[in-house]
């Protein structure tokens, strides 16, 4: 693996070939026209693409050489879409497009050929190809044809293309990962999590961050084994699928990244979650009881224990949304200010995995929900972190231990 910048791949057209005609416009994110055609296309997935060309772009201007070409590959198109933002959106001054099912050859070529026309002879800002995601990867990585941005939507687990997308990726560039494998953030399949991610996942109550962790741990794995670590740009729940994507960085180094993998204890029967390293293993256990039967403890991992965000990029992601127009309006039921200001709130590192249903705090304290609002001023208050979770309603990420959230509920309905 190099960091060197890596010329843009020249690609030329056969003789006498002609292009076909782009598709008629049916669909249309964030002003991009495009039609998906026969492919499979979600516009409920559009905030996440909003995401990837906002954390795209800024990687693109933060660059240590502005002059070099922005190289972007998107493994898994679909319709085209994705590579067609990153070529329009982000800037991207060369995009590859690939996807299995070479019967999409017709409406990928068509999307890209609308914003960027089909030159008759010679070099051109994109590529279509039709080729098992792993082996283009290696086969980019083996000719030394390295990327700043590698997007993989996959369906299931994304685990078996992690690492030769980092092989291909520049290091500091950013790699975004899909995951729709919610059966194992639930822990219906322990064995699948352990194979796939290196992970042992059992049922908590946020199985929905526990898949993130589980995403992120699985890159974070496979990067130190290169002799890397990670950064996470940002991590995103959606509701519709459902669908767990990460954006990370591919950082130099190994050694940054262990205190963020580790595992994550909750107790049963206190409702109190936990963190440990690996050199805790033999000591994991819940203070809430001198005799807490074993059973009461669910431990999972290893996986992510680190923040889910990182503050400075989500901040600056929220300020091009601004600058951009996107801020304000709704996607698909989705506002990006609400959904940034929200991650910027969660990037408290002083905040511990998961968070706490209001219901459960509720049920404990034996009272009505309080309000949310209400329950979060009364813990800043107290002064313990607090904030809402964009990965689960009715829910309070703190690092309160759940008997002062208790307490707090009590004193909410008692005032009222």
């Not at 083996?142 to 980092?166: K, P, T």
């Not at 898949?211 to 519709?240: D, N, Q």
């Amino acid at each position: 693996m190099a960091s060197a910048p890596a010329a843009a791949p020249a690609v030329t057209f056969q003789p006498g070939r002609r292009a076909p005609l782009p598709p008629r416009c049916t669909h249309s994110e964030r002003g991009v026209s495009f039609d998906p055609g026969s492919a499979f296309y979600r516009s409920d997935s559009a905030p996440g693409r909003d995401l990837a060309v906002l954390a795209a772009t800024l990687h693109r201007r933060r660059r240590p050489d502005p002059s070099a070409p922005f190289l972007c590959l998107d493994a898994m198109c679909g319709s085209g879409v994705r590579a067609l933002r990153y070529l329009a959106q982000a800037g991207a001054d060369f995009v590859w497009a690939n996807d299995a099912s070479d019967a999409l050859h017709p409406v990928i070529v068509g999307n890209l050929s609308r914003f960027e026309p089909v030159p008759p002879e010679g070099q051109r800002r994109w590529v279509v190809s039709h080729l098992d995601a792993t082996r283009l990867l290696a086969e980019r990585y083996l000719r030394r044809e390295y990327f700043d941005v590698i997007d993989v939507d996959s369906f299931g687990s994304e685990a078996e293309y992690i690492r030769a997308a980092f092989l291909a990726l520049k290091i500091g560039g950013l790699l975004y990962l899909t995951s729709t494998d919610w059966r194992s953030a639930r822990g219906y399949g322990g064995k699948c999590s352990l194979s796939s991610y290196g992970a042992y996942v059992l049922p908590v109550p946020y199985p929905n961050e526990i898949g993130l962790r589980m995403l992120l741990g699985g890159a974070a794995r496979e990067a130190a084994m290169l002799g890397f670590h990670i950064k996470p740009v940002f991590s995103y729940y959606a509701y519709h699928g459902p669908i767990f994507r990460a954006m990370v960085q591919l950082c130099h180094g190994k050694e940054d990244g262990i205190s963020n993998y580790g595992f994550i204890c909750h107790c049963k029967s206190c409702g109190q979650s936990q963190t440990f390293g690996f050199d805790e293993l033999g000591q994991i256990s819940c203070g809430c009881a001198n005799r807490t039967d074993a059973t009461s403890i669910t431990v999972v991992g290893p996986l992510w224990t680190g923040p889910l965000h990182d503050r400075s990029s989500i901040t600056e992601m929220l300020n091009l949304a601004v600058e951009w127009g996107w801020a304000h309006t709704s996607e698909n039921g989705v506002t990006l200010e609400k959904l940034l200001g929200t991650m910027i709130e969660e990037s408290d590192p002083r905040l511990p995995p998961g968070y706490i249903r209001l219901d459960e705090i509720a049920s404990r304290a034996k009272v009505n929900s309080p309000p949310l609002g209400t329950l979060i001023h009364s813990l800043q208050k107290e002064g313990y972190a607090a904030c809402r979770s964009h990965i689960g309603a009715n829910a309070v990420k703190t690092n309160s231990p759940i008997s002062s959230c208790i307490v707090v509920a009590r004193e909410i309905r008692n005032l009222r």
